[in-house]
Each structure stands twice: as structure tokens, then as C-alpha cells.
């Protein structure tokens, strides 16, 4: 028996779910992302305790930004 | 069977025959006076009475057929014909080859055939049996659907038994599992005279369908030509002249009496006009690969609680024999006849038929109301029966009962869509409202592909979250025990190897208190920042005599698709520095720990629930429809 529209929509939307869901884990995909992305400002680049890395305070890496 | 016997009618001294051994009495053709032999010898005659003439039933057999059953071949040689009161049927002697014989009845467009079956010890009279009774007989449950009476009113040629012409006899029918039938016959007495048991069979499977014959029914067609209404005098025309007991008139509706080869007798005068049919008597349809033709339209209603229910029965005939169409609420079904043998009650007040088991829907005592076209048994407007209807929708069981007789009857929900095209008629007949008690779940074949299908995508949801599982690293690429202070804290840069989700786990000794970390991974090759916070609060106390608490001493947030690359994390603590809540104190250090590529659950069970989603919806609706089905039941709650 052919299956009806309902049947057919609903068809469609599990193999979606079943491929978004691979896709989204094997992208690292987080649906209530905790990050909020902006780009890093420029006063805190040079600021000490801002985002450099331990190597860059400690180690004495000058280099860069 | 023996060779044929002959002596003369001591009434008119012609010929009478004893072809079969077992033949006890015989018709005289000439004067219609039955005689019985004495004993062996057919040399001594006794006069048993004269036979009134044959009344014309249409049927198909004759003196003189021949048949097969099982490989025995037999020929008909005599018949009875008996009337209840309500009509006459024929009850044909055949007499085997091998010198047994049995019965063969015709009712309804079938035959039944019997055999004699020695009479139990424990038979009960006839005054202990009912309807319904049932009871064991050849390994088999049987019982009683007819208890009535009827009168011998002819016979022709040969018979087995004894009769005497004009009376009346007391006999009870039964019915057993796949077609058995038999009668227990008390003939004018209270206890049991005899018994035969057989099977419901169609003529085809007895007789060679070129033996048959359709004499009898042009013989009884030419008695009901230019019958007239005696309220209106307009012609009345029969459809089934050798079958009808009833008949309105098309002009005047006045319900007619019909009586083989007599005028028609007024029963009841017209009095209102009942509604109009959805189509018009006569009317042929095709279904199930027979024709059909309407033969009436009857009303019949049912008071409950002071709500008057109605409903429109349409009675068909086709090669098969006599059915039903009925309509409620715009509601259509598709009504044929079921054995009692076949239903088995079962627990709860539900029955089991052809291995289906059917729910107890209601009990009522509908009358009829209207009377419309040609009918097969005498009915009557006011005419009322104890009706108990089951259901296992596409299907419904009913049980009439009157007081000499209980029919079954099966039927089965037919589309508006599917009676339109039945009887070829430009348009829906009816338009549905409600449930119908017999309605399967429109939704139901979605329901079941719907339901199967998310089953088949949770095994495959299953099977995928084992496999994300099993290749998620979860590996550490941070963590830090820290006393709370003001410093802000970075990691050491870490690698990610391929996009991947990150998750912070953050840990404190908060109690009654509060803590914010506010972190931010930064991207070293793009200076991107991912900006986050992991807030934890834990308080707890006691009120008014309860302990309570909220809030816990560790949380955790997830960040999405990070690009492979170099990272850092900046961490800056915030707490609760002032005084708290006793016995709480503020928080004096956190632990945090972040892993890479980590498997999240919640994904999982969002992905279920949208597979689950549509078929539980499905599932809902299923339960409103059935509640709206039993509102109109003995069960509505």
C-alpha cells in the first residue's frame, strides 16, 4: 500500500533528524552553546592578565600580536 | 437405494411409491392423501390425512434431483413444507444411494443439510429451552437459535417420517462452529423426538448448478401479477414475489400483507411518510463482486434517557442471500448474517468471533419505526427486539433477540465514498457526523506505518549514539585546581585536532553563596573569542520545620563546533565576598575541567524526541477519537 502524504512528511523528517543528528556530532555541534563569539579587542591584547598565554607572560614569547 | 415399491392409495386406489427403504409414508400424487406403511410391509396402508396443496417457494430443487455430498450421491424424493406463522419452507427427503437419508432444508437463499443423530439421555424438554442455550453435541458447542412452533401444511411424494397433515410441531434450531446446523425436533410433544445435525451449505455444493431450476419461481411469479393495494387500489409490484411476507405501497405507504397466490391484505393503513431512503428501492449496486438490489428502507430508533437515536437499514438481495446496509449519523456498514456457534463470550462482557475479540459497546430495545419497500419476514411498525452490539472496529457483532429467536449478524464500516460508488450515484449519500461504534481510526494506517518507521529511526538513533559515544575522546585539555582570588587565569595553549564541542566543567565549595566564572576561549591564530560563564549557586536552610536547598555546587556549559586549531582559556572568577546565610560561607576555591570532542546526551534524547514526537501526537488523537466512539455507549464515562 503506497503511504499516504502524512506518512511520507513524516518519513522525510526522521531521516533528516537521523542525518542532522550525525552531522551535528561529527561537526561538534552544541544546541544551547554556552559561547558567545566576538572578535578579541584590541585593548585587551596587550593587557596583562588578558587572553595571552602563559607562554607569552611567563616563558617570555614576544612575538606576535 | 433400494428399488422402487409399489402399492396402491387406499384413498383412490392409484399408485403409491416406496423407492427408498427408509421411506415410511407417501403422498399420493392423485389425492393427495399421505399413507403410511405398516411396519415393513408396504401391502398395509394407513391413512394419515390429506396434504394441502404446495405452496410455490421458487424453489430451485425438485423430485427427482440427483446430488453428491462428500462423494455419496442421494436423490430428493419427497418434501415437507412447514410454516411458522411467518412463512413456509421446504423440507426435501433425500434418500442415498447407500440407503441412508437425510434432510435438506432450504432458507434465506441456502440449504441445510442433516443427518439423524441418536437422541441424548439427558435431553431436556422442550418447555427448558431458550434462545441462546447451548450446549455439546459431536464434539462441538451448539446453540439454540430458534425455539418455535410450526404447522405441516404439505408434502409431496416419499418422507422417512411420520406426519400428520395439519398439525403443529415443536422444534428448536441450532447452530454450531463452520456452518453446523441442526434441529431438535420435539414433533407435538414436550420431549425429544429426534435429532439431526449437519451443515449450512450453499446449493452449488450439493446439486450441479445446470440441475436447478427456476420453475417454481415463474410458477409463483404468475400468482402476483396485477396485485393491487386494497387502501389505494395502485399496482404493487414484487421484486421477490416467491420470498416477500410484507410489502408497502408505493403510493400510499400503506404495509401490505402477501399471501403466494392471494390478493395483498391491507396490515396497516398509510399513516405518515416516513423520510425518503438515500436512494431508491430498486436501486442495484455492485459489492464484493455480486449485484445487489435494495428491497426496503426501514427506520429504526432507540430512546435512551430521553435522546432519541435513529438509524436507516437498507435490505439488500444478491445470489448470496438477504444483507444489510445500515446508516447512522451519515455512518455507513455493510450487514451480513453471523452463526452463534461463532461467538464465544469472554471476560469482561466482550465476545470472541472468527478469533477476533469484540468489546461490549451497548444493549438497547430498538423499535421500528418505518416501513418502506419489500420485506421477507412480517414485520411490523412498533416492532421491537433486544439489540446487543460488540465492536473491533472495521467490525461490528450484533445479537437480536426476540422470544423464539436470536440472530448474530457481522458487520463492516463501508466509506461514504465506497456505497456512492457501490450504487453509482452522482454524489455522497450522507455526509458522516461523530464516531461511528464500528469507525476505525482514519488515522490508524498512518498511525501503524508512522509508529513502525519511528521504531526502525530510534534503532538507528540507538545504533548511532553508540557509535558517537564509542569515537568521542573526552579528552582533558584543561584543568586547574584554584584558590578564589582576583587573579585572572589563563591555560596553556592546547591543540585542537579537528572540529570538535568543548565542555567546562566547573566545580565549587559554594554553599549558601554563589560563584561566576567567566571564561573566554580565545582562538590563536584569529583572535576569535568565544565568550562564556559557568554560574554556580547552592543555598539550602530549613522552613518552618522542611529542609529545602536549590541549586547545586558544580555546573557545566558546552561550546559548539570549534575549528581545529591552537586555544587558550581566560578564566576570571567572581563569588559572593560578603556574609551569608548561616550556615553557609562564601566559596574559597573552584576546579575546572575542560574536555574535547565529548559525547552530549541531551542531543540524543532531542533527536528521539523528535522521531517520537509525530507517532505519540498520533497516538493522542487515537484516544480522543475512541473516547468520542464510547460517549455513545453503555461504557461512557
Redesign the interface.
Known sequence: ?R??W??RI??A??TV??L???A??T??????????????PPDV?STH???????F?HVGYLGG? | MTSSRIANCPSCGAQVEFKAGASIVSVCQFCSTAVARVGDDIGELEILGKVAPLAALGSPLYRGLRGKTKGRAFVLIGRLQLDYGAGAWNEWYAAFDDGDWGWVAEAQGQVYLTFSRPIPSSSPPFAEWRVGTRFTMANATLVAVERRSAKIVSAQGELPVRITPGTTVRYVDVEGPSGMFGTVDFGTGESVEAIYLGRRLEYEELFDKSDLRAADTKEAAAHVLDLKCPHCGAAVKLMEPDEAQRVTCAQCDALLDVQKGSPLFLVNAASKKGPQPHFPLGTKGKYKGQTWTVFAHLVRAVVVEGGRYAWDEYLVRGAPGWRWLLCQNGHWSWIEPASAADVTPRWGKAVEFRGKRFKHFQTSSPAVEHIRGELYWKVAVGERVRATDYVAPPLMLSEEVGAEETTWSVGTYLQVAEVQQIFSLPKPPTKPTGVSLNQPDPRG??RS??TK??AI?SA??VA?GMW?SATSSGRVVYEDRRPLND??V????FTLDE???LE?QVDADVDNSWMYLAG???E?ST????????EISYYRGVDGGESWSEGSTKDT??????PRGDY?L?FEPQWEKGVTPFPGRPPTQYHVVVRS?V??P???F??LF??WF?PLWLVFRRGTFEAKRWQESDHAS
Not at chain 1, 27 to 40: D, H, I, N, W
Not at chain 2, 527 to 534: I, L, N, Y
Open positions: 500500500m503511504a499516504d502524512g506518512t513524516y518519513m523528517v526522521a533528524v537521523l542532522g543528528y550525525a551535528c556530532e561537526r561538534g555541534t552544541v544546541f544551547a552553546s554556552a559561547e558567545e563569539k566576538m572578535p578579541l591584547r592578565g588578558g587572553y595571552r598565554t602563559h607562554t607572560w600580536k | 494506517p498512518r506505518a508512522v518507521m519511528a529511526s538507528a538513533l548511532l558517537v587573579e585572572v589563563l591555560s596553556d595553549r572540529r570538535a564541542n567546562v573566554a576561549l580565545i590563536e583572535d576569535q573569542v568565544g565568550a562564556f560563564g559557568v556549559v558546552y561550546l559548539g563546533e570549534m587558550v581566560r570532542d559525547f552530549l541531551s542531543h540524543w532531542f533527536a523528535v522521531i509525530y
